[in-house]
């Protein structure tokens, strides 16, 4: 089984500036990464996913996430934000093999973004 | 977008009443799952599809069952509904390695 643990519930950043999320996991058996974004009464979006290669996963909008083995860590970070960034991101994990015929996620708790002006 | 939708959006029940939600996808992927979510939890799984009544329990499958006759309908009952139940209910469906969420239905049990 996998859990995850995000750190911070709640994350106020002004405008521009950096950001981190932080992510913890633990699991017995190799695992898959995502971070997902949940818009205001919207479902969730896949923002960036970690499977193998390259341990730096970047997403379309400026989002980054590095893969940290050792750390068990998978830390999402963007240089400067926006006000549409604010949101709520969740970090989830899947064993990276269909065993039991699933691919089911574990969702961390979620870490709430709200962007300053 | 993931062609997924949950129906209804939002209902209000009594308690002890049983109700049904819809997801339905365009998809033709084979997995599928059924999470609610509430404050403070992020999103925990109910019940989870790995094929045609191919079905097992998650985390939080007390009080729910499902069932999936076709591929692209996976409907989650509550069998006999309790204040505890009111949440935002998300339907998922997944690839290999991507999960599509459907837009959520909110139900208040009262």
């Known amino acids: 089984a996998q859990s995850v643990t995000q750190l911070d519930s709640q994350v106020p950043v002004f405008e521009e500036a950096p950001v981190e999320l932080r992510c913890n996991y633990s699991?017995?058996?190799?695992?898959?990464l995502f971070w997902y974004v949940q818009y205001p009464n919207q479902g969730l979006q896949l923002l960036l996913k970690?499977?193998?290669?390259?341990?730096l996963v970047e997403s379309i909008n400026g989002f980054e996430a590095e893969f940290n083995k050792s750390q068990t860590s998978f830390h999402l970070r963007k240089p400067s934000v926006h006000i549409s960034d604010t949101a709520e991101y969740f970090c989830?994990?899947?064993?990276?093999?269909?065993?039991?015929?699933?691919?089911?996620?574990?969702f961390g708790k979620g870490t709430k973004l709200s962007v300053i002006p | 977008d993931a062609g997924i939708t949950q129906s209804p959006r939002h209902k209000v029940t009594e308690t002890g009443t049983p109700v049904t939600l819809r997801c339905h996808q365009t998809?033709?992927?084979?997995?599928m799952y059924w999470y609610r979510q509430d404050p403070g939890h992020g999103l925990r799984l109910i019940h989870y599809?790995?094929?045609?009544?191919?079905?097992d329990k998650g985390e939080v499958s007390d009080g729910y069952s499902v069932s999936r006759s076709k591929t692209e309908d996976f409907l989650l009952t509550l069998e006999s509904a309790t204040s505890s139940q009111t949440s935002v209910y998300f339907c998922?469906?997944?690839?290999?390695?991507?999960?599509?969420f459907g837009q959520g239905t909110r139900l208040t049990v009262v």
């Open positions: 989830a994990v899947s064993a990276a093999y269909s065993g039991a015929g699933s691919y089911q996620l574990t």
């Open positions: 998922a469906t997944q690839n290999h390695d991507e999960a599509f």
């Open positions: 970690y499977l193998s290669g390259s341990t």
């Open positions: 699991s017995s058996v190799s695992v898959y």
């Open positions: 998809e033709n992927h084979r997995y």
């Open positions: 599809s790995y094929g045609v009544k191919d079905t």
